[in-house]
């Protein structure tokens, strides 16, 4: 005669190591937090440090390719321990940041028909995910058919997430693929932590088709920084990736004369003693 000893239990399987189940009780919430704690602390892996160049830019691990706000992260996690530790920072709020992005671009003779004034503007939108607005002429010159009022050209300002998103495609995608780039000038900072780019073609963005472009047109990207020098303003774009050229290394504000123009000698007085 066989004894009944109550329902048997059922092993549950899934993710986590099977454990003994009664049919007629559910784990409570306790017991279930225990087990994927225990399932995470065992699967964990072991966290590598930062990949980076000889250079010592920080580079972005394979994992985080498809992170959509990657550069951000890499900023706060890598390269603002590397920036306190580099420059002895006290507070956490000196470390310079990237605070915004102007991106300008002339229009020249698309201000005259609406459909390359319309083709321009969706092409910058595509490029900066950011409808632009349109600059307009302050006054008018007639040398140049020009009106007060007319729009002569459209920027766009870039903050936040949408900052960082144009920064890391311009960083890893722009500016390797512009025709013979050997890199950026390090002496295009302004004296004030500001970095300026000019670029000659858009289509170098794999937003704009190479086929569908008329006539090549470039644009003015200026990154704003909150750094207090040239050199921090430097170094923090650099440690994110920004490619500047070898052989550039001093930051400061090349100091150029001024020639002078056939206007300031008279001719009239070359002949005098």
């Given at each position: 005669?066989?004894?009944?000893?109550?329902?048997?239990?059922?092993p549950v399987q899934g993710r986590f190591a099977a454990f003994p189940v009664h049919p007629n009780r559910i784990p409570s919430v306790n017991q279930?937090?225990?087990?994927?704690?225990?399932?995470?602390?065992?699967?964990?892996?072991?966290?590598?440090?930062?990949?980076?160049?000889?250079?010592?830019?920080?580079?972005?691990?394979?994992?985080?390719?498809?992170?959509?706000?990657?550069?951000?992260?890499?900023?706060?996690?890598?390269?603002?321990?590397?920036?306190?530790?580099?420059?002895?920072?006290?507070?956490?709020?000196?470390?310079?940041?990237?605070?915004?992005?102007?991106?300008?671009?002339?229009?020249?003779?698309?201000?005259?028909?609406?459909?390359?004034?319309?083709?321009?503007?969706?092409?910058?939108?595509?490029?900066?995910?950011?409808?632009?607005?349109?600059?307009?002429?302050?006054?008018?010159?007639?040398?140049?058919?020009?009106?007060?009022?007319?729009?002569?050209?459209?920027?766009?300002?870039?903050?936040?997430?949408?900052?960082?998103?144009?920064?890391?495609?311009?960083?890893?995608?722009g500016l390797p693929r512009t025709r013979d780039f050997q890199g950026v000038n390090p002496n295009s900072f302004d004296g004030h932590g500001n970095y300026s780019i000019g670029m000659r073609e858009q289509?170098?963005?794999?937003?704009?088709?190479?086929?569908?472009?008329?006539?090549?047109?470039?644009?003015?990207?200026?990154?704003?920084?909150?750094?207090?020098?040239?050199?921090?303003?430097?170094?923090?774009?650099?440690?994110?990736?920004?490619?500047?050229?070898?052989?550039?290394?001093?930051?400061?504000?090349?100091?150029?004369?001024?020639?002078?123009?056939?206007?300031?000698?008279?001719?009239?007085?070359?002949?005098?003693?």
């Amino acid at each position: 005669m066989a004894l009944l000893c109550g329902p048997p239990t059922l092993p549950v399987q899934g993710r986590f190591a099977a454990f003994p189940v009664h049919p007629n009780r559910i784990p409570s919430v306790n017991q279930r937090l225990s087990l994927v704690i225990k399932a995470a602390s065992s699967s964990a892996a072991t966290v590598s440090p930062p990949p980076m160049s000889s250079s010592g830019i920080v580079l972005v691990d394979r994992s985080e390719a498809e992170k959509v706000h990657r550069l951000k992260t890499t900023y706060l996690e890598k390269v603002v321990p590397l920036l306190v530790q580099e420059f002895s920072y006290k507070n956490i709020h000196e470390v310079p940041k990237v605070e915004k992005i102007v991106v300008n671009c002339g229009i020249g003779e698309a201000a005259q028909n609406a459909k390359g004034l319309d083709s321009v503007v969706k092409d910058l939108t595509l490029i900066t995910g950011q409808r632009p607005v349109k600059t307009r002429a302050r006054q008018s010159i007639a040398a140049f058919k020009l009106r007060e009022g007319s729009p002569v050209g459209i920027a766009v300002t870039l903050r936040g997430n949408m900052m960082f998103s144009f920064l890391d495609r311009l960083i890893n995608l722009g500016l390797p693929r512009t025709r013979d780039f050997q890199g950026v000038n390090p002496n295009s900072f302004d004296g004030h932590g500001n970095y300026s780019i000019g670029m000659r073609e858009q289509s170098v963005f794999p937003e704009i088709r190479y086929d569908a472009l008329g006539k090549p047109r470039g644009m003015d990207v200026c990154i704003t920084t909150t750094a207090k020098t040239d050199n921090e303003a430097h170094r923090l774009l650099a440690l994110m990736g920004m490619p500047f050229k070898e052989g550039g290394g001093s930051t400061t504000v090349v100091v150029r004369k001024k020639k002078l123009k056939a206007a300031h000698f008279d001719s009239k007085s070359r002949g005098r003693r």
